[in-house]
């Protein structure tokens, strides 16, 4: 069975930055598209950044772009969501997710994605 785990959320301020990391177990990562995705409470899920497999592309939300950046190291089976100049609004917790089928453009939406971590709580506040 595939699985995921993240790790590296906190509490941080506003302006700060935080690393998520989201480790593949019992699969080649990059066979698939990974996405990151979070849910604040009363919210429904939405879509936050993805890599594409094979070739790495990064997309991302129009509300992350400029701040958020989506890489992924192979040798680890991992991919990482660098956020930087944070803000209370991205205060949610954070999943990463596996695409249903190998070697796809990756897209953001939940639909498009079977696996996932149990995700990792992201706070910003003062």
């Known amino acids: 069975q595939l699985q995921l785990v993240e790790s590296g959320g906190g509490l941080v301020q506003p302006g700060g930055s935080l690393r998520l990391s989201c480790a593949a177990s019992?699969?080649?990562?990059?066979?698939?598209?990974i996405g990151w995705f979070r849910q604040a409470p009363g919210k429904e899920r939405e879509g936050v950044s993805c890599?594409?497999?094979?070739?790495?592309?990064?997309y991302y939300a129009d509300s992350v772009k400029d701040r958020f950046t989506i890489s992924r190291d192979n040798a680890k089976n991992t991919v990482y969501l660098q956020m930087n100049s944070l803000k209370p609004e991205d205060t949610a917790v954070y999943y990463c997710?596996?695409?249903?089928?190998?070697?796809?453009?990756?897209?953001?939406?939940?639909?498009?994605?079977?696996?996932w971590g149990q995700g990792t709580q992201v706070t910003v506040s003062s």
């Open positions: 890599i594409s497999s094979p070739d790495g592309r990064p």
């Open positions: 019992r699969f080649t990562l990059d066979s698939y598209g």
């Open positions: 997710a596996a695409m249903r089928e190998l070697f796809r453009r990756c897209v953001l939406s939940v639909d498009n994605y079977h696996t």
